[in-house]
């Protein structure tokens, strides 16, 4: 069984939607109909995967727990909704399988009429068994910081948390991130260490940077994230590299995006990157269509 303390190594190779195929497509036809913001873990020889599902004015209105026996087909074991969550949307969750056999499942919450967002967590024996009902809030923002998206992991007997976090002082820069970094010795109770990954002027990802996959390599941290110049890129970032010597300082690598479309107006991102048992990646990330509907895309990146 692979659980968190065993992350994957990281190909060379960029994600390419014409190399991927669909694993998820848009839940309506309206516009802002999307599927995409994955969580992946394999679990012996299947994987199992979070997402969240989101429709036009409902916004995202339910995460999916799916299982897979061959990464691309999944089965539905659970549909949490926002109702459930006591929130006004729900965005990237992040699915992890504890040492111990157990699940926990870290949710991005918004708050009703505000801006603000919150991180809460789910326990469950299984992972068809999250009872919204028990949930708390690990991470709860204030009133001038919104914190989503997590990234979740386990090295070495410490759990790491990498978030986006906005800020809220200003009404009309909101949608401005960087990604915070957070340690824990219980994965429950987060203390803040750094800001890991920042903008940066004049580049590609100017306006904002959002981790959204992080891997422990034998002499650095591996991370990739989504990043936008303008505001007008906000739910259109492409995916870029960073790297740094630890998990709370990370440096963006290159000048151009990894994955995405050129122009920025087709986005790729949430990439999320999986092992097998024998240690052979798979990559799930979300990706808009030409119609303007977002897709969650699977692909192998040594095929």
């Known amino acids: 069984m692979i659980t968190e303390d065993f992350p994957p190594r990281l190909s060379g190779r960029a994600p390419t939607a014409d190399r991927s195929v ?38 995202g209105y339910a995460v999916v727990v799916a299982r897979s026996a061959d990464g691309v087909h999944f089965e539905t074991m659970q549909l949490i909704t926002k109702e459930e969550m006591d929130a006004e949307s729900l965005e990237r969750p992040a699915l992890v399988l504890t040492q111990a056999g157990g699940w926990r499942l870290y949710m991005s919450c918004a708050t009703r009429g505000t801006k603000h967002w919150r991180i809460e967590l789910m326990e469950a024996p299984a992972p068809d068994a999250f009872d919204p009902a028990k949930r708390e809030v690990v991470l709860p923002g204030d009133a001038g910081s919104a914190v989503k998206d997590p990234v ?25 991130m960087t990604t915070d970094y957070f340690r824990s010795h219980d994965g429950v109770d987060w203390t803040w260490q750094a800001h890991a990954l920042t903008p940066r002027p004049g580049k590609w990802d100017a306006r904002g940077v959002r981790v959204t996959a992080v891997r422990f390599e034998p002499d650095r941290v591996v991370a990739h994230y989504d990043g936008r110049a303008t505001a007008a890129q906000n739910f259109e970032e492409r995916t870029g590299l960073a790297t740094g010597t630890g998990p709370a300082a990370l440096a963006a690598n290159g000048s151009v995006p990894l994955g995405g479309g050129a122009d920025g107006t087709l986005g790729l991102r949430y990439l999320d990157i999986v092992a097998d048992r024998d240690g052979r990646e798979r990559w799930y990330y979300e990706v808009t269509r030409p119609d303007g509907l977002h897709e969650l895309r699977t692909e192998l990146p040594e095929a």
């Open 152 to 176: 979740v992991t386990r090295q070495d007997g410490t759990w790491h948390l990498w978030a986006s976090v906005h800020p809220l002082a200003d009404a009309v820069n909101t949608d401005r």
């Open 22 to 59: 669909v694993v998820v497509g848009p839940p309506g036809r309206e516009p802002g109909s999307w599927a995409g913001a994955p969580s992946a873990v394999c679990d012996g020889d299947e994987i199992v995967l979070a997402y969240r599902l989101r429709g036009g004015r409902r916004r």
